[in-house]
């Protein structure tokens, strides 16, 4: 079984940045995906971004492309989330996710087997 342990949450202005990490216990297995969602109160948990161990291709959500940017680190077996541009739209809960057989959309919140406990993103303005 793969852990993930999210962290770097917080409180920060409109305009401002913050930096989450996702940290798995197991291996990372060439053929994962991990990935970012969100869910806001009262909302759906949606998709952010995901990035694909095994050739790097990235995706991103069409609200956060050009703010948010996703990257791994196959060594330390952790994936970064770093937030630019925050916007009060921002705020959820946010988590990571691994699919261990990425054989569908990485946005799809079903199709992810293993998530961290999130950590709250918080934006004031």
């Known amino acids: 079984q793969v852990q993930l342990v999210e962290s770097g949450g917080g409180l920060v202005q409109s305009g401002g940045s913050l930096s989450l990490s996702c940290a798995a216990s197991?291996?990372?297995?060439?053929?994962?995906?991990m990935a970012w969602f969100r869910q806001a109160p009262g909302k759906e948990r949606e998709f952010v971004a995901s990035?694909?161990?095994?050739?790097?291709?990235?995706t991103y959500a069409d609200s956060v492309k050009g703010r948010f940017t996703i990257y791994r680190d196959a060594a330390a077996n952790t994936v970064t989330l770093q937030m630019n541009n925050l916007m009060p739209e921002d705020t959820a809960v946010y988590y990571c996710?691994?699919?261990?057989?990425?054989?569908?959309?990485?946005?799809?919140?079903?199709?992810?087997?293993?998530w961290g406990q999130g950590t709250q993103v918080t934006v004031s303005s």
């Open positions: 197991g291996v990372i297995y060439a053929n994962y995906v």
């Open positions: 990035v694909s161990w095994r050739n790097y291709k990235k």
């Open positions: 996710a691994t699919d261990v057989n990425p054989d569908s959309s990485p946005g799809v919140v079903g199709a992810y087997d293993y």
